[in-house]
């Protein structure tokens, strides 16, 4: 990453219709800006979906991004989201282990405040919610473990407080 480079996050309220994914991705693609993550969702008016997109540029990039992003008829309202807005990230994590292995990770799992959400003989699943900072942090504890399968949502968010009521 480029020193005037940072993680930019956009949220934005689309029409809630096929094919509205495939062409901000292709609109994206086409010009060269890669998506780190990608989340869409319905929202409570059944006509509009939330879409949470994390893109790493620089200013100038965000700003094209964010111009050529509100052209689109399906786009509603767009917005670059701030660090003091609400960012959320939902892992889930199998892991081989043992019966000895358990309870050191349930441990673990208790102080990020994740949960268990399946055990069998030779595994479990834990699922963690929280900030991209402490799924990472998560993440690095468990690596002395024998991780299976790793399922990350990406970034969603809304903005705090009052901010936004009169955008959308």
């Keep these: ?90 892992l889930l994590l199998k892991i081989k282990a043992s019966k000895k292995e358990r309870s050191e990770i349930k441990e673990i799992v208790d102080i990020y405040r994740g949960r268990i959400v399946d055990l069998s003989n030779r595994s479990l699943i834990v699922e963690v919610t929280g900030e991209s900072a402490k799924i990472d942090g998560f993440m690095n504890m468990m690596s002395s473990y024998e991780l299976v399968d790793v399922c990350r949502t990406g970034i969603t968010g809304l903005k705090r407080g009052d901010r936004g009521l009169d955008e959308e």
């Design 1 to 90: 990453m480029d020193n005037n480079e940072r993680t930019g996050v956009f949220s934005m309220l689309v029409t809630n219709e096929a094919g509205v994914a495939a062409r901000l991705t292709s609109l994206y693609a086409r010009r060269g800006y890669n998506i780190d993550s990608f989340t869409a969702s319905p929202t409570n008016d059944p006509k509009l979906t939330r879409i949470t997109l994390v893109l790493t540029g620089d200013d100038r990039k965000f700003n094209q991004i964010f111009t050529q992003t509100a052209k689109q008829e399906f786009v509603k309202s767009i917005s670059l989201m701030e660090e003091a807005d609400l960012y959320r990230e939902l």
